[in-house]
């Protein structure tokens, strides 16, 4: 049940965006136990100074290609299995669409079951409980 906002800077191509964000999910699949159609994904294409970022705090040098994704999951995943899950993205990601490894920036959140409503109203993942 995770979902990720994905933001960068405006005028990549579809190509680009589809070859992101499948990657990005597979990554999901292969490293986090992340169900193949649970995929929930937000792009945010932004304006020139509209994403802001350090160029080399923590990393870098930082690009003017630089991808951030902020993901939010339900359950809780061991500092193994996220170390696994950042260097599968950035294998995946430069392989295709060919983003460098210093240009991506992940977050994980996490959150309680009530948390959730995938639509309806509901808190299916109460229920599910």
Known sequence: MPVTRISFHR???PEYLK?????FHRAM??????PEADRFQTIHQLEPGE??????YFGGPRSDDFVFFDVTIGRPRS???????????VELLADAPGVRPEDVMV??????LED???????????EKA
């Open 11 to 13: 005028g990549k191509s």
């Open 107 to 112: 977050t994980v959140t996490t959150t309680q």
């Open 19 to 23: 070859a992101l964000s499948d990657n």
């Open 116 to 126: 959730w409503s995938f639509s309806n109203g509901i808190a299916q993942m109460l």
């Open 29 to 34: 699949v292969e490293t986090f136990n992340v």
């Open 79 to 89: 500092a193994e299995v996220k170390q696994a899950f950042y260097r599968r993205i």
């Open 51 to 56: 994403l802001i970022f350090d160029r080399n």
